[in-house]
Nanobody, 126 residues
């Protein structure tokens, strides 16, 4: 069983920054891509960013390109999302997700992620 636990959410003013962390436990990371998704009230869950096992070729939603950066530390079983230049429309619950072992491609489709965290709230005030 895999457990993903997000942290680092909170309340921030527009233009501010937050760094989300995701800690994985229960199994060893093995060649799996990781991603971040978010869900705002009344909206569907949407893709934010994803990163392959190797850390190359990250993928970002157009709405966060140039502002957010995804990274990972495989030795520590950690994934991060650095969020700069936050906007009120970034307000949402942010979820960390993991593909299964050996699923190395960083995809934007939530259907291809097998494990999910409980989410962390990010609120950006105007």
């Amino acid at each position: 069983q895999v457990q993903l636990v997000e942290s680092g959410g909170g309340l921030v003013q527009a233009g501010g920054s937050l760094r989300l962390s995701c800690a994985a436990s229960g199994r060893t990371f093995s060649w799996n891509a990781m991603g971040w998704f978010r869900q705002a009230p009344g909206k569907d869950r949407e893709f934010v960013a994803a990163l392959s096992w190797s850390g190359g070729t990250p993928r970002y939603a157009d709405s966060v390109k140039g502002r957010f950066t995804i990274s990972r530390n495989n030795a520590m079983n950690m994934v991060y999302l650095q969020m700069n230049g936050l906007k009120p429309e970034d307000t949402a619950v942010y979820y960390c997700a993991s593909r299964k072992n050996f699923a190395t491609v960083a995809t934007s489709s939530a259907l291809q992620y097998d494990y999910w965290g409980q989410g962390t709230q990010v609120t950006v005030s105007s």
